[in-house]
Structure formats: C-alpha cells, structure tokens
C-alpha cells in the first residue's frame, strides 16, 4: 500500500510505501523538479516531493488516503517522466466499512471484546474497547498501511486471536475530536472505502 503525506508548513510532500516503516533508504537520489528518490538498492521505497502543487497536487495536511481525478493523474504523470510508472498510490485507503456478525468476551480483557467482521464477503476478526457497537452496526476499520498519525497497522496474532484489522473512532478518522467510541457508519455499504 502506497501513502502520500503532506506537510504545509514545509511545503513537501513524502509518498512512501508502506514497507518504509520496517526499511530505511539506503540513498536518496535527486529526480529534478522538487522530486526525491528515497532508494532501497534499486528500489523506490518512496518520494520526497517539494511544492507539490507546482505539479498539479492538491493535497490536504497530513495523510491522504486516497488520490482521486487530478492528484492521481499528476502524480502519475510525474512518476512515469522520472521512470517511476506504475508506483500504485491511491487505489485503496484501506479503511473499509465492515459489519459485526459476531462478539465474544475476551478471555483476558475484561473491557474488550472479540469482533467477527465481514468485509465483502471476506471474514475478519479483531479486539476492540470500544463500547458502542454491536452485532449489526457498520464500522470502519483499518485493514493495513499508514494511519493519520503516520504509524503503520500490520495485521498480527495476540493471546492467540487473530487482529485482522483496527476498529477506527470518529477522531482516527479525522471525521471529529471524538477518540471513545467507535465509528458507526450509516451512509456506506458493507465493504466500500470510507474515503472514496
């Protein structure tokens, strides 16, 4: 999964993969027009980009889970001039709406519970503490890659229960300041991105 960040005050864009948190380049390789190869051997494991918007990217602070229409083309375009096609930013965000088939205490938490999700027709199960939703309610949950806060969600076995995914609240989202409760979803259908 490929993430663009962008930072205002600095004027820069980082476009990483999210393989970037667990590889640190090993040389950075000057593109021209503001661009930034950030190399793994022969590998772009990401982009430095100065004054995006100089190339057509209109991009909000922070993480951009999705690049849509324009953004997507311009940078596709300036990747593909530099010998980069194809480097896959924007086609997921990795937020999905999911349903709560099925809860189960947790055997060792006494504030958690077991979630069995379904994500267009997959099965996924996860731990969260969040009280408000249950069997029914629709949720977003982080599947893999970056989150806003730049960290990155790698499924993971814990206490022998498979975390397939991270229920998402309202302020991980960046939907309001709200952090203690789930997001509940009304609008979007089982399975579709949350950001597109």
């Given at each position: 999964m490929k993430s663009v960040f962008y930072n205002s005050s600095l004027d820069e864009a980082f476009l990483a993969d999210s393989s970037f948190s667990l590889t640190k380049p090993k040389e950075i390789k000057?593109?021209?027009?503001?661009?930034?190869?950030?190399?793994?051997?022969?590998?772009?494991?990401?982009f430095n980009l100065k004054h995006p918007s100089e190339h057509g990217l209109e991009l909000s602070e922070g993480l951009n889970p999705v690049l849509k229409g324009d953004n997507k083309a311009a940078l596709e375009k300036?990747?593909?001039?530099?010998?980069?096609?194809?480097f896959g930013y924007g086609e997921s965000s990795h937020f999905l709406v999911a349903k709560i088939v099925k809860e189960e205490e947790h055997p060792v938490f006494e504030s958690s519970r077991i979630l069995t999700l379904s994500i267009g027709g997959k099965t996924l199960s996860t731990v969260t503490r969040y009280a408000n939703c249950h069997v029914g309610d629709k949720i977003v949950v982080k599947t893999e890659g970056y989150r806003f806060d730049g960290t990155v969600f790698e499924a993971r076995v814990e206490k022998n229960i498979p975390i397939d995914c991270e229920v998402c609240s309202p302020l991980e989202l960046k939907a309001s300041d709200e952090g203690k409760q789930a997001y509940i979803e009304n609008s979007k259908e089982e399975g579709e991105d949350y950001f597109a």
């Open positions: 000057d593109l021209g027009d503001g661009l930034f190869a950030l190399l793994d051997g022969d590998k772009a494991i990401g300036l990747l593909s001039s530099k010998g980069y096609a194809g």
